[in-house]
């Protein structure tokens, strides 16, 4: 996985390549709260933001991905694959 979230799934049996990439606007900055000013230092928040903007988004059909889908939130993307691969079996 990398620091934006984003992560890659090949299904062995059938070679099929996924791209997942967690989609969101809500960044909080996060780093070292200093205990007498309050103030939070450090820039960790701006490096592993655990997800990306969709306008920062790889998956396009510009970049030659297919069928494009976009799950509500708490859907698990893992689970979304796995069902694809077992409908597209039988």
């Known amino acids: 996985m990398s620091e934006s979230g984003r992560y890659y799934i090949t299904d062995i049996e059938t070679g099929r390549k996924f791209c997942v990439e967690p989609i969101g606007d809500n960044h909080e900055k996060w780093g070292d709260l200093d205990p007498v000013t ?53």
């Open 38 to 90: 309050k103030k939070m230092s450090g820039s960790y928040g701006e490096k592993y933001q655990g997800s990306i903007t969709k306008n920062e988004s790889l998956i396009t059909e510009e970049n030659g991905f297919k069928n494009i889908t976009i799950l509500e939130a708490g859907v698990s993307p893992q689970s979304y694959i796995d069902n694809l691969i077992k409908n597209s079996k039988s």
